[in-house]
């Protein structure tokens, strides 16, 4: 009987034991993965840019990998799963870096080339005007704001000893005054900061050079330079089939 008992303790010791030695090993081992660090510029370099542009390569099948099947013709829409993958991709390139999205295997005729690049330039630059939209809604908020606090500064001024002799609406006042004046540093400062930065973004989008390879070869375009002056050739970017001449009609008809 005491044999078995010694036992039995002995076996509990020994359980105990590993079970603090397990838990020393895995406290370690977060202590360890907690110092791993990794260098984000080496790998974009790696992956994607090379002499000052940023590639994108994509492998397809066919037409229909690129343009949704659903869309019509003249209304072509970009395959949500090719976006997809381009904007992924775009997300670890520095917004500095120009895109050349690279479309590898197969062959295209020069009509469906011309829809293609036509396709990604007009979603892209609807992403960017949804970004400029979005500016100028922060821009009128902002004001908004901004014209709510003067008042309320105006009101506790002006009116001070009326508040005073009401200590709620003198309170209330204050609170709204404090709320539109932090309400319009956020929206004026760190909010559109951060809207701008997307802006930035989506113009990257909606600059992105395409060009064609049947085979895959990893090396860059022949002409940097002529590159860059294409992404740069204009400011204003406008749809891909826009006619001036139609425009111009359109506004003589109106006048």
């Known amino acids: 009987m005491w044999y ?18 397990q838990s020393a090993r895995l406290r370690k081992n977060l202590r360890k993965f907690s110092k791993k660090r990794v260098d984000v510029s080496k790998y974009v370099k790696d992956f994607y840019v090379e002499n000052g542009l940023a590639y994108i390569s994509c492998n397809v099948k066919g037409y229909y990998d690129i ?21 992924t ?5 520095p917004t500095e870096y120009p895109i050349v999205l690279e479309i590898c295997g197969t062959s295209f005729s020069q009509e469906q080339k011309d829809v293609i ?3 990604i330039a007009d979603y892209y630059a609807l992403k960017l005007g949804d970004c400029q939209l979005i500016l100028e809604q922060n ?14 500064a105006i009101l506790i001024m002006k009116w001070g000893s009326v508040l005073d002799a009401n200590a709620a609406l003198s ?9 539109f004046l932090w309400e319009f540093v956020d929206c004026a400062w760190f909010e559109r900061r951060d809207l ?8 990257q989008m909606a600059s992105i050079k395409v ?31 826009y006619d001036e001449d139609d425009e111009e009609e359109i506004t003589e008809k109106e006048q």
């Open 4 to 21: 078995k008992s010694v036992k039995t303790a002995s076996f509990h010791g020994d359980a105990m034991f590993e079970k603090r030695r």
């Open 67 to 87: 343009i949704d099947p659903y869309s019509v013709a003249g209304y072509e829409w970009l395959n949500d799963s090719f976006a997809r993958f381009i904007e």
């Open 89 to 93: 991709n775009a997300m670890y390139v």
């Open 117 to 119: 690049e036509a396709t």
């Open 139 to 152: 821009a009128k908020k902002s004001i908004t704001l901004l014209v709510m606090g003067i008042l309320f």
């Open 171 to 179: 309170e209330a006042s204050f609170i709204f005054y404090w709320l």
């Open 196 to 203: 701008i930065s997307d802006r930035v973004d989506a113009a």
């Open 211 to 241: 060009v064609y390879k049947p085979v895959f070869v990893d090396s860059p375009v022949a002409d940097e330079e002529t590159v860059l002056d294409e992404i740069f050739e204009t400011i204003e970017i406008l749809p891909s089939d």
